[in-house]
C-alpha cells in the first residue's frame, strides 16, 4: 500500500510551476486542517496522513508531501514562501512550522 503512495508522490509535476489560483479552490474547507494533530503523529501516520489528504485536495497537498519526505527541502520551503503570499494559505505555512519546529 505504501509502495504506491510513495509511487503517486514521486510522480506528481513540480508545484511550482502551478499558480496560487489553480493551487487553492475557492471552496477550501480551511477549517478541516486544523483538525489534524500532527505534531502528535508519529513520522508515519504523517506520511499516511499526508497522503490522504493528497487524494482529498489534490495537487495542494502536494507541498505536504515533499515536505515530510526531503525534510524540509530548499525546494519546499521556496514553494511554501510563494504559496504563503495567499492569505488561504497561511494554514499550510504553519504546517511548514510544525514540522520545522518538530523535526
Known amino acids: 500500500m505504501s509502495q504506491?503512495?510513495?509511487r503517486s508522490c514521486d510522480e506528481v509535476p513540480d508545484p511550482g510551476q502551478q499558480s496560487c489560483t489553480k493551487m487553492l479552490p475557492k471552496s477550501f474547507p480551511r477549517h478541516s486542517l486544523l483538525n489534524l494533530t500532527w505534531r502528535q503523529l508519529p513520522q508515519d501516520e504523517q506520511f499516511e496522513t499526508c497522503y490522504m489528504l493528497l487524494m482529498t485536495w489534490d495537487k495542494i497537498m502536494i507541498g505536504t508531501c515533499l515536505l515530510l519526505r526531503?525534510?524540509?527541502s530548499t525546494f519546499a520551503l521556496s514553494w511554501w514562501s510563494t504559496l504563503a503570499r495567499c492569505k488561504t494559505s497561511?494554514?499550510?505555512?504553519?504546517?511548514?512550522?510544525?514540522?520545522?519546529?518538530?523535526?
Open 4 to 6: 504506491s503512495h510513495h
Open 70 to 72: 526531503a525534510g524540509i
Open 90 to 103: 497561511v494554514l499550510y505555512f504553519w504546517l511548514v512550522e510544525e514540522h520545522v519546529t518538530s523535526g
